[in-house]
């Protein structure tokens, strides 16, 4: 990895980390940088960490998570992200499309599994924790997704989702998206703005 190359940690069952990834090319072209995405297990950065999603959080508050509704919603007016769906299933468990992540990983198919998780999560919602139904999205997606499957119950699979989702926690991951830049810890898709400053050449900085 280059140094201080920045680092876009997510789980595909968050949509803000849908909303972030849509973001960041964007982001790449105007500054020259280039994201690692690195596929971290959510429930086990909450399980570590002691958060909780939103909707579990804020339960009780209504008109907190009214209003985490409408900033969904202006993000996705704003960036012009209108084939976003809230996913009917949500919350759904991702712990197969993450170790699928990294085993697609493995299998130099990274970029297309990534993108095709994605869709079908947030474009074309399904229940992806549901063997049958990942099985078909990424057959529809023209992903081998059973030499993915079958990986993606290596040992070796398995252990470096843990590691990843390990090294998030330790640089203070709390929740997902987060983003390492430098050494500092950035936390949701609000802070893209922020972070592309910070990625900006030295030379446009000063202009």
Do not use: C
Request: charged share 25%; hydrophobic share 45%; aromatic share 12%.
């Amino acid at each position: 990895m280059p140094v201080n190359q920045p680092i876009f940690y997510f789980d595909f069952g968050s949509p803000n980390a849908y909303l972030a990834w849509r973001v960041l090319p964007a982001i790449e072209r105007r500054t020259g940088a280039r994201f690692r995405m690195i596929p971290a297990l959510l429930g086990g950065i909450f399980k570590a960490t002691g958060n909780q999603s939103p909707m579990t959080a804020f339960a009780g508050i209504p008109a907190k998570l009214a209003y985490e509704r409408r900033e969904i919603e202006r993000f996705v007016a704003r960036h012009r992200l209108f084939e976003f769906r809230m996913n009917p299933h949500f919350p759904v468990n991702t712990l197969m499309l993450m170790r699928g992540a990294v085993a697609a990983e493995a299998e130099g198919v990274f970029d297309a599994y990534v993108a095709a998780a994605f869709h079908h999560m947030w474009e074309a919602p399904k229940k992806m924790d549901d063997p049958q139904t990942f099985g078909d999205a990424f057959r529809a997606s023209r992903l081998p997704v059973d030499r993915i499957a079958d990986r993606a119950q290596d040992p070796v699979i398995k252990d470096r989702l843990i590691a990843n989702t390990q090294a998030a926690i330790d640089q203070g991951v709390f929740g997902l998206p987060s983003f390492i830049v430098g050494s500092e810890l950035y936390f949701g898709k609000d802070r893209l703005e922020e972070i592309e400053a910070m990625l900006q050449p030295a030379s446009v900085v000063a202009d």
